[in-house]
Nanobody, 123 residues
Framework: EVQLQASGGGLVQSGGSLRLSCAAS????????IGWFRQAPGKEREGVSV????????YHADSVKGRFTISRDNAKKTVYLQMNSLKPEDTAVYYC????????????????WGQGTLVTVSS
């Protein structure tokens, strides 16, 4: 059974940091691109950061560049999202997702999703 377990969300003040984790099981992790997406109330789900299956190359949306860092530990089958300098507009439910192909921010290309973890940034 494919599982993606996102964790690490919480309440943090503006300017603070959080680290999200996405623990994977049930599929060939090293052959998978993993993405972090987020969905704020009343908004569409958007891609935040993606890490490639080959070489672990990170990609970040313009809105989080310089503040967020995505990384992966293939031995632990886990992807991390280090979020620094958080802003109130980062408040959202964060999801990790998996696809077999190359890196993309298009959510429709991801076929497995975790349950999400809530990040709330207070001003």
């Amino acid at each position: 059974e494919v599982q993606l377990q996102a964790s690490g969300g919480g309440l943090v003040q503006s300017g603070g940091s959080l680290r999200l984790s996405c623990a994977a099981s049930g599929f060939a992790f090293v052959e998978s691109t993993i993405g972090w997406f987020r969905q704020a109330p009343g908004k569409e789900r958007e891609g935040v950061s993606v890490i490639s299956r080959i070489g672990g190359v990170p990609y970040h949306a313009d809105s989080v560049k310089g503040r967020f860092t995505i990384s992966r530990d293939n031995a632990k089958k886990t992807v991390y999202l280090q979020m620094n300098s958080l802003k109130p507009e980062d408040t959202a439910v964060y999801y990790c997702a998996r696809r077999v192909g190359g890196p993309s921010f298009r959510r429709e290309l991801y076929n497995y999703w975790g349950q999400g973890t809530l990040v709330t940034v207070s001003s």
